[in-house]
């Protein structure tokens, strides 16, 4: 035996119907596809088709929209920086590129860090949002939270923010304020 003499077994191969080829065949004539009408036409789909009448999803308006590049945010619990730090995927100062290299964070996401469970290291954690009881706990234990900022827009905001601050706080002298006032500024 060899190569050039190998064959399928009889019976395994079928031959397909042919199709439209003559009466004689059994399946000639009409083909199979019955006496006439949308179903025996080729190219035939029944989907959406209302025998002419205006179909449905032309009758509804059309409404609402698909944001073309929505912002995820996405969350990671306190409890959990601490886990992965202990099984050694994160180092104590925790950027968010560290986030992105074990897979938490996409390439556009932004990143909020919530307060469920407990920190007992120190960490310094880079974050675009903390929840109140993350940056909490995480100071109480002798760590930092760092905010970083996605748009200029945010930024912004919270340079004013500061500003207004700084002007609210009665230890300020009025030279230090205008000082302050140009920095912001340039």
């Known amino acids: 035996m060899n190569l050039s003499t190998l064959q399928p077994a009889k019976g395994a191969i079928k031959s397909g119907r042919r199709i439209g080829r003559g009466q004689g065949s059994g ?6 596809r019955g006496n006439k009408g949308h179903k025996a036409r080729s190219g035939y789909t029944s989907k959406n088709f209302e025998g002419g009448q205006m179909p449905l999803h032309r009758r509804l308006p059309k409404f609402g929209f698909s944001v073309p590049n929505p912002v995820k945010i996405r969350t990671v619990n306190v409890a959990d920086l601490e886990k992965y730090v202990e099984k050694g995927l994160l180092e104590k100062e925790i950027t968010l ?4 290299s074990i897979g938490i964070i996409g390439k556009k996401d932004r990143l909020k860090v919530l307060g469920t469970g407990e920190v007992s290291s120190a960490l310094t954690v880079t974050a675009h949002y903390f929840s109140e009881s993350a940056k909490e706990k995480i100071e109480k234990a002798g760590g930092k939270t760092v905010v970083v900022f996605r748009t200029i827009e945010e930024a912004q905001k919270m340079k004013k923010e500061l500003f207004e601050e700084a002007l609210l706080t009665p230890k300020v002298s009025v030279d230090e304020k205008k000082k302050a006032a140009k920095k912001l500024k340039a």
């Open 27 to 32: 399946s000639g004539t009409t083909a199979g």
């Open 97 to 100: 590129e560290s986030f992105k």
